[in-house]
């Protein structure tokens, strides 16, 4: 059974700082790895979509990696600003046809 | 282009009651998924539908039930409501094994 892990669970940071969020996976046969964010009372936005023949994603000042063989995956988020205190969920699609999501880590960024 | 919406948004149920929430998503995707949200437990499987006419169980599937007679909508229903069943909701839909997942709004539902 696919296990997704997410490590901190919790992070906060000032304004302007660079920072990683990771997610590892314990099946590596994954079609892709997707990440989410969520605000409170709200639903999930998908930010970035890895499929697993693909190194890394970017969008504008995020920046997703994706190493299939050891599990891993990292969020890069450059020059974090306050609007991007949120949660932060990876998931993993396999064969089974469903994706299997990590706890999240909730980031904070101060101003 | 709605994307991915729910209805309804809020619902107050009493033990044993019965309701059905409604999914519905116009980017004719073929995959449609249910999933709970409660806090410390992160996002759960319910059901799920590969196509029309088709469903699944996933990880927590007891006290649901789903249908997909449409491609473009998946109903969650719950024959007998319970406590235990207070969480948010969320639909999901996607294109294929290997599409991007799009989450609607979410149904917030609390059984007393």
């Known amino acids: 059974k696919q296990e997704v892990t997410q490590i901190p669970a919790a992070l906060s940071v000032p304004e302007g700082e660079n920072l990683v969020l990771n997610c590892s996976f314990t099946?590596?046969?994954?079609?892709?790895l997707q990440w989410f964010r969520q605000d409170p009372g709200k639903g999930l936005t998908s930010l970035l979509l890895?499929?697993?023949?693909?190194r890394e994603q970017t969008s504008g000042r995020l920046n997703a990696s994706l190493d299939k063989s050891s599990g891993r995956s990292t969020l890069y988020i450059a020059a974090s600003q306050p609007g991007d205190s949120a949660t932060y969920l990876c998931?993993?699609?396999?064969?089974?046809?469903?994706?299997?999501f990590g706890s999240g880590t909730q980031l904070t960024v101060l101003p | 282009n709605a994307g991915v919406t729910q209805t309804p948004k809020f619902r107050v149920l009493k033990t044993g009651q019965s309701m059905t929430l409604l999914c519905a998503q116009d980017?004719?995707?073929?995959?449609m998924y249910w999933y709970r949200q409660d806090p410390g437990m992160g996002l759960r499987l319910i059901h799920y539908?590969?196509?029309?006419?088709?469903?699944a169980k996933g990880e927590v599937p007891d006290g649901y039930n789903v249908s997909r007679l449409k491609k473009q909508n998946f109903l969650l229903g719950l024959e007998s409501a319970a406590p235990s069943q207070t969480s948010v909701y969320f639909c999901?839909?996607?294109?294929?094994?290997?599409?991007?997942?799009?989450f609607g709004p979410g149904t917030r539902l609390t059984v007393t």
């Open positions: 539908s590969v196509g029309e006419g088709t469903t």
């Open positions: 980017m004719n995707h073929e995959y």
């Open positions: 999901a839909s996607r294109h294929g094994e290997r599409g991007e997942q799009y």
């Open positions: 890895i499929q697993s023949s693909q």
């Open positions: 998931a993993v699609a396999g064969s089974a046809r469903q994706l299997t």
């Open positions: 099946d590596s046969a994954i079609y892709n």
